[in-house]
């Protein structure tokens, strides 16, 4: 299949405008940083590295429709002792580019572990991953649990309970790119899913309302497939 230069993105516009919009995101990353494009044979992939290169590695993956820039605000306490790779997930938004088709949960464990080989050749890693993340470090650790040191599942989606049929008829809403459909049902939806935090301190308000810009960002910018769980049986 013959893909347009801009793909993922909905038009080249689209992809000019986003990729401007992570750059200037990625201007509040807190510490010392390098960003590294991975060429493995299901894409591009893009690794946000942080922290000594001496340290144990630990590999962060972001929640549905963010990416690696979701965990600036962790960052900072994450690489203190450890070398951490945050990952622009195959198939989300991003900069990461897929070359085949990655929809199934059997093709993004693939992936990541085709990222993990060239990031940790050798020995055991450590694997965080928060709500689709930790959806999908828990389809990795099933698949190659020998490669794992330790495994961080952060409000898994559906791996300790099953999703909700709420939950699938809410993220397809937010697929949606309708002009103004975005931000009210997408505010309801976050602060649905994470109410701890909507109703916190003014700096956990911010870090929501961040995480609903990166969304509506995404939705608006990317032409997407629904994420690798909503293909996985239930």
Known sequence: MTRQSFYPFRSERAKVEYEAYYLERAKAWPVASETMLLDTPSG????????????????LLPGVRTSSLMWSYS????SANHRTYALDIMGDAGLSVS???ISKPEDLARWLD???????PEGPVSLMGISYGGWLAGQYALRFPGRLRNLVLLAPAGIVL???FAFFVRVALLSIPVPGLGGGPLRRTLHWLSPDAARGDDACRARVEQVITDV????RHFVLPPPGLANHPR
């Open 44 to 59: 591009t992939t893009l690794v946000r590295a942080s922290g000594r290169v001496t340290d144990p590695p630990l590999v």
């Open 99 to 101: 070359r085949r088709e």
């Open 75 to 78: 960052i900072a306490a994450l």
């Open 162 to 164: 099953p999703l909700s």
């Open 114 to 120: 085709e990222v993990l080989t060239v990031l940790v």
């Open 216 to 219: 509506q960002m995404a939705v």
